[in-house]
């Protein structure tokens, strides 16, 4: 079986990986990377391709999915905003100094 070939995955897996290769295109991301992510997550989630014989798969995990809904940004909303800004600033200054140094 050549690389890349997925006759190995299941129907579900194939819709499954449709989906998110759609939801990646409809936020900007270019064809070639959706397919690439879209794969990877179906991967993560499912452990690879589960068409074989008559034997029963492993269950799929859905942990880094939840994961990524859930946490995402809450470190920096719950920042005070002038916590935020003094950061900025003193990451300016920093690049600001790195830059002239060389």
């Known amino acids: 079986m050549p690389r890349g070939d997925k006759s ?55 942990a880094a999915s939840r994961k990524g809904g859930k946490t995402g940004g809450k470190a920096a909303a719950s920042r005070p905003r002038t916590e935020s800004q003094a950061s900025a600033k003193q990451a300016a200054r920093t690049r600001k100094d790195n830059k002239s140094g060389f």
């Open 8 to 62: 190995a995955y299941t129907d579900k897996q194939k819709r499954k990986a449709d989906h998110i290769e759609e939801s990646y295109e409809s936020r900007g991301v270019a064809a070639p990377e959706a397919e690439r992510r879209a794969w990877a997550t179906v991967n993560k989630e499912s452990g690879g391709g589960n068409k074989s014989g008559s034997g029963v798969g492993k269950p799929e995990s859905h």
